[in-house]
């Protein structure tokens, strides 16, 4: 994770976080363990809690064992989670890194005095606007309105993750398969361009007339979730938003409907109906239950509707690159808010507008592998200490041309072979590169002073006259600058 490998590098120069304790309530795993090293880095006392049924326990004993008090586990039951994030407030933090405003919730029910933090979700932004609006007295930058994260997570990141999710829970091939994605924010636009791409046919239901007409424009069939369910083979709600596949919805679904969420709250699939109209349940492996129900249908869900690509054996949730990059936000917005709490306002905010600019421009050179913006001024410099040319020709101001690229139409002494003069073919642009040794070492190797051979489209007698006139005026002025070194 190269941005956030340099980060941590300047924090430990810099300590921007000495003195300070950070709360985290976060999803735990390998990606987030940098994250959190990196504030570590930086000076931060970090306590952190996973996320409900999405902790890795063999990240949280790495963490453990480098000084980060990471708690919670993977199969902790929903009270036994609301209990270990209680727990990290209890020990009251300086700054928040939340993830769904639960850390927010809790510091402002039990009054403790935070300078402010970062929210990664657009789940915990509804809230900071919602049930808590106007009771949030200290600054919390949210990386989800960053459009670097739109595009790089969520849109790319979560639309391949969900993807992969999809194949490796169920070992099924998308091609063919009608999927349904509820909701089209910039999730649901890379989770429905990435089914598609890999050969779905797939509807978009959203509430949002605009959201609707973009997704029709894109090429999707829309319409409302009880319309389209009856339809699909495979649903995927990423909306934010609770029970967006209600009762209504779930009586009109097909028997052998699959359910996924990728969504941050297990709350978009209404699980609870699912669980009082079965009969009976069978556990189709880890992250798959099936669900036989009294009118003798079935329903597949995924992960007791948790987030499908944090779910089942091996999970790998989104790709390094694009946490690289989210994590680099939420790593800089921290320092932000240590820095500047006073200067930033109450609430929820954007990221600034000056760590996504710098971000962006860092990002898009680790991303090209170090071929990005500081690399092509290299290349140019390479270029022109080459002595590239951009077109033929036969003079320069240091006198003729030099050592031309390729040497098939030349005879050993210099000369042009028998029955190739005046038919050259040449192309109206090409390429020479100058000989790079001394310029008496060049003059008197007659061995590697060849007449020109440019390659052209050019055609005909016109053409096959010039370049022979050219490449004997090259051979006079040749004769002419060898008598003239050896005098």
Known sequence: MALLGAIG????????????????SLHLEAKTAVLLETLQRGGATVVAAGNYGTTQDDVAIYLRDRG?????SRFDDLDTHLGVVSSVVAEKPDMLLDNGADLVGLVLENGVDVIGGTEETTSGHNRLDGEFRDRVGFPMIVINDSPLKALAENKHAVGQSVYESFCRLTNLMPQGKRFLVVGYGWCGRGVAHY?????????????????????????????????????ADVVITVTGAENAVDAEALARAPSGVLLANAGHFPI??????????????????????RYLLADGRIIDLVAEGRMMNLAGPFPKGNTIESMDLGFAMQARSLERVALHHNDLPPGAQPVPDDIN?????????????????????????????????????????????????????????????????????????????YDSRPEEARWNSRSTLNCPRPISSGRGPGTRRSLARSCNRWRRSLRSRRQTVRS
């Open 68 to 72: 980060i008090d990471a708690r919670g």
């Open 268 to 289: 978009e699939i209404d699980v609870a109906h699912i669980k009082a109209s079965a009969e009976d349940q069978i556990e189709m492996g880890e992250a798959i239950t």
């Open 357 to 433: 600019r710098s971000l962006a421009l860092a990002f898009v050179d680790a991303m090209q592998g170090g071929r990005g913006t500081r690399s092509l001024i290299r290349v140019e410099q390479q270029r022109r200490s080459l002595r590239v040319l951009s077109r033929w020709t036969t003079e320069t101001d240091h006198g003729p041309a030099k050592r031309a690229l390729g040497e098939e139409a030349h005879g050993p002494s210099g000369s042009i072979r028998s029955g190739t003069r005046g038919r050259v073919s040449a192309r109206s642009r090409s390429v020479f590169l």
């Open 9 to 24: 590098r300047e924090f430990f120069e810099t300590r921007p976080f000495d003195g300070l304790l950070i709360g985290v």
């Open 195 to 231: 089914a598609r791409a890999n050969g779905a046919h797939v509807s978009v239901a959203d509430d949002d007339a605009i959201k609707s007409m973009e997704a029709a424009l894109d090429g999707f069939h829309v319409g409302s979730v009880h319309e389209l369910i009856s339809d």
